[in-house]
């Protein structure tokens, strides 16, 4: 299986922060990278797809880069509503496999 | 509209059995893969299998390979997650999820259902 490892764990961060969040794959995955927002009690959404193509709809301060085995989620200027949990996703093989969460809270 | 919609929250007790269900709409059913994923309280997402409604194919994560059961009624345009003896630590939130290309098993996940939480106490 491959396994995602995402970083950090928790973050942090205040409204109008630039934030980065990491995650790194196991073996290659090209670009089968796929990133999602989680807020409590609801179900993940779905945010930036193939590394860095933004899902339709999500906003433009929401970016992806990355390519093999590291990858990186960036936020440019946080909004009340981005604080939330973020996952990473790979899409490359099965058996499809998570990394394990970062929790974006208000400092 | 394209939708995933899920059945109720459960509580059942260790050893009973259970069918969970996600009903799509707004799409072609048969065209799209539909996965479950579980998110146990507090932790993350585990992907748990995936059924192919046009002809059933059905893939299952080694973790839960012979633990539950995933089906599909393409008539009704509904899939199924089932346990035939449910414990304790089945206790979960349980999302149905649609990857977002047409016949692939292994894409994003565009589409989600909102959950269904299944409880399993004594």
């Known amino acids: 299986d491959i396994q995602m490892t995402q970083s950090p764990s928790s973050l942090s961060a205040s409204v109008g922060d630039r934030v980065t969040i990491t995650c790194r794959a196991s073996?290659?995955?090209?670009?089968?990278l796929n990133w999602y927002q989680q807020k409590p009690g609801k179900a993940p959404k779905l945010l930036i797809y193939?590394?860095?193509t933004l899902q339709s709809g999500v906003p433009s301060r929401f970016s992806g880069s990355g390519s093999g085995t590291d990858f990186t989620l960036t936020i440019s200027s946080l909004q009340p509503e981005d604080f939330a949990t973020y996952y990473c996703?790979?899409?490359?093989?099965?058996?499809?496999?998570f990394g394990q969460g970062t929790r974006l809270e208000i400092k | 509209e394209v939708q995933l919609v899920q059945s109720g929250a459960e509580v059942k007790k260790p050893g009973e059995s259970l069918k969970i269900s996600c009903k799509g709409s707004?799409?072609?059913?048969?065209?799209?893969?539909i996965g479950w994923v579980r998110q146990m309280p507090g932790k993350g997402l585990e992907w748990m299998g995936i059924?192919?409604?046009?002809?059933?194919?059905?893939r299952y994560s080694p973790s839960f390979q012979g633990q539950v059961t995933i089906s599909a009624d393409k008539s009704t345009s509904i899939a199924y997650l089932q346990w035939s003896s449910l414990k304790a630590s089945d206790t979960a939130m349980y999302y149905c999820?649609?990857?977002?290309?047409?016949?692939?098993?292994?894409?994003?996940?565009?589409?989600w259902g909102q959950g269904t939480v299944v409880t399993v106490s004594s």
């Open positions: 999820a649609r990857p977002g290309v047409v016949g692939a098993s292994t894409a994003a996940f565009d589409i």
């Open positions: 707004g799409y072609s059913f048969t065209s799209y893969w």
């Open positions: 059924i192919y409604p046009g002809d059933s194919d059905t």
């Open positions: 073996q290659s995955i090209s670009t089968y």
């Open positions: 193939a590394a860095s």
């Open positions: 996703h790979q899409s490359h093989s099965a058996p499809i496999t």
